[in-house]
């Protein structure tokens, strides 16, 4: 079944009411999620700004930041270090951290705990994107089971006694023929891990076609700990119908906040068992955009034309499904200043809201991979060799992204 599915479905069917999953806070450690929603890392999106931002409509999920890569957090790279930044409002303080060598990524987890630099340190193993996977990393990374268990065994030791949980993400593997999620999901738990998010999809699935919600139902009757299920939610609909499905513990949201950050409201009023949706007029999303605006400055230090570059990408996906002209979306895409931004927003029509069919509708990229690309040989085994590793160390890139 494929996301979202059998909710259709069965609705289109006309069956009655629907029964309602079973939904609990989570505890990673010591933090407590008192709503199981998870905002999933978005490298170049989940920067304080915008996590502040969700997190105002939903105090009590978790804020995920984008990936920083071990080695440009270990060089202190300024970017790296800008991207570990947090705002006294967030709750948790909540990192991703991105290695193939286990010892850099330690190196970098240790950075972490001394500097006291965040209460939660997710690791990524669902990065798809060439230059990741073809060193080894993101979602390649789980196939070499010798360097994944080792790669969370020491991230964990390192957290462990600091009270620092420590969670993976991962993807389902790497096409259909080489899944790596049952393993890696058994593997992070007996390393000590504290949850799991499965991105129901294969590197080579990119981020085409849907999500596999059914892998997620299997990994929740694999595993003990909580494991959180990721992949095509676009609204509370569909997050209330995952859990149900698939009886994971709690949801993660990328693409489907992206120019709604109130997913997170409504999210929370479903898990509540309330139907109140957040519908904001384009008055409304135009005082979003300010405030997005003026939080991205101060992230820039002050450099407003950086946050305004910043923030076209998010205007673009405020503005989706509005009935906003070519023109005036261009007019924001030529914007340099704030004071340029807040009189696009004045030639608005406040009163316009986005009509209901197209409210919860995908939105970001939808794209299949061309082409997995992974180090020479990488599938003939599921060990790494002493040659394999000294490649992929040396190749351990500074700059990895999405
Ligand atoms: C622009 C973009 C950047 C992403 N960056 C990261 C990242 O830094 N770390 C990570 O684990 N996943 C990253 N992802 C994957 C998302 O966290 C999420 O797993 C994926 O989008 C599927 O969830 P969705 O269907 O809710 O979007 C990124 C996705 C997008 C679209």
Known sequence: MTAGEGARDRDAAGAGPQQRPAIAPVDLGRIHVPTPVMLSPM?????????????????????????????????????????CRFAPSEHVRSLQLYGVNPAIVAQAARMVVDGDMADHVDLNFGCPVPKVTRRGGGSALPWKLDLFRELVSQVVSVCSPAGIPVTAKIRIGIDDEHETFREAGHIAQEEGCAAVTLHARTTAQYYGGHSDWDAIGDLVGELDIPVFGNGDIWGADDAMAMMRETGCAGVAIGRGCQGRPWIFADIRHAF????????????????????????????????ERMAVHDLRKHIAWYLKGFAVGGAARKAFMECETLDQVSREIGRLDPAMTVPERMIDKPRGRVRYAKKVHLPYGWLDTRETTHEQRETLFGDDPMDAGY
Request: net charge negative; proline share 5%.
């Open 272 to 303: 509540a068992g309330s139907g109140e949706r957040v519908n904001p007029t384009l008055g409304d999303v135009g005082d979003v955009i300010m405030r997005h605006a003026g939080l991205l400055t101060e992230f820039f230090d002050g450099d």
């Open 43 to 83: 490298a170049g999106v989940t920067n304080w700004p915008f996590r502040v931002i969700c997190e105002s409509y939903g105090p009590d999920g978790l804020y995920v930041a984008e990936m920083i890569t071990a080695r440009a957090l270990v060089a202190r790279n300024p970017k790296a270090l800008r991207l």
